[in-house]
């Protein structure tokens, strides 16, 4: 099986250079990784964009109050700089003009949504006060991004009984869970049946190396191969990239998958949240 001529990536890490600097080296002092490509993100783009990648769906977030209007401010301006590039913005409750921040951002066509890092953010995914954004975003046809598994690394913000409350209160969200809800995979799996707005990323799920690694029937990702959309994480990686996508061939599924994951389902999220 190979792959279609063009990908769209779903999970990439776009942020200000000084940002990634601390980011990298909070990553080698508090974990010992060492990430694959120090690349500055004009860097990051051309790099993805000579290895077939194209569009480009990014994401940054605010690790505390005070910075999401930085952020956005610099991801507005690198999204009127850079053609077929999407965003999953910034967002912190505790900003005092948080909504207003996330309409203004919001104001540009190719924002997709949020990106909430809750293992980094330290709040929980049904906090009530990020109830009058969730109602913001499902009123403006826009997704969340959340990174709400337990793996690589968890703490009590994480996991799937946090996850499914905030489900239940609002059924409708669109929601994307990065790493496919891993480790839990199972338990996030379930609740695609209840919801139909809810989809996944395959980023750091398919390395054979990594105790990350799905651990399902893979029956379950033809069942559901229209929601999933593939991720890599780039460039915050300490596996290649192309590692995880020699993975995902190699499990044999059907042309129909490939094509779904690769490109069809992100390409329709993107055609549904910006409007296009």
């Not at 010992?32 to 290895?51: F, T």
Request: proline share 5%; net charge negative; with cysteine.
């Amino acid at each position: 099986m190979s792959l279609p001529e063009r990908i769209i990536d779903f999970h990439v890490h776009l942020f200000p250079d000084r940002f990634f600097d601390a980011i990298w080296k909070y990553f080698a002092n508090g974990y010992g990784w060492d990430v694959l490509h120090h690349l500055y993100y004009r860097e990051c783009i051309d790099h993805l964009r000579q290895h077939g990648v194209g569009p480009v769906v990014y994401s940054n977030y605010a690790h505390k109050k005070g910075i999401a209007k930085i952020l956005n401010h610099w991801n507005l301006s690198i999204l009127d700089e850079t053609p077929d590039l999407y965003c999953f913005a910034a967002y912190h409750p505790d900003d005092k003009d948080s909504l207003d921040i996330a309409e203004n951002t919001l104001s540009h066509p190719r924002v997709l949504g949020f990106k909430l890092q809750l293992l980094v953010q330290n709040f929980y995914p049904d906090d009530e006060r990020l109830f009058p954004f969730y109602e913001m975003v499902i009123k403006k046809n826009k997704r969340i991004l959340f990174h709400v598994g337990t793996g690589p690394v968890s703490n009590q913000f994480v996991g799937f009984s946090n996850f499914e409350r905030l489900l239940k209160r609002y059924p409708k969200l669109p929601a994307t869970v990065a790493h496919m809800g891993g480790l839990e995979y199972k338990q996030f799996f379930s609740l695609l049946d209840d919801y139909e707005n809810l989809y996944f990323d395959t980023s750091f799920s398919f390395l054979p190396q990594a105790f990350a690694m799905f651990n399902l029937d893979k029956k379950c990702l033809e069942e559901y191969k229209h929601r999933i959309v593939y991720g890599s994480d780039f460039p915050n990686i300490i596996y290649p990239r192309e590692e995880e996508i020699d993975c995902l061939l190699s499990l044999g599924l059907s042309k129909e998958f490939y094509q779904n994951i690769f490109w069809d389902n992100g390409y329709d999220l993107i055609r549904k949240h910006s409007g296009q």
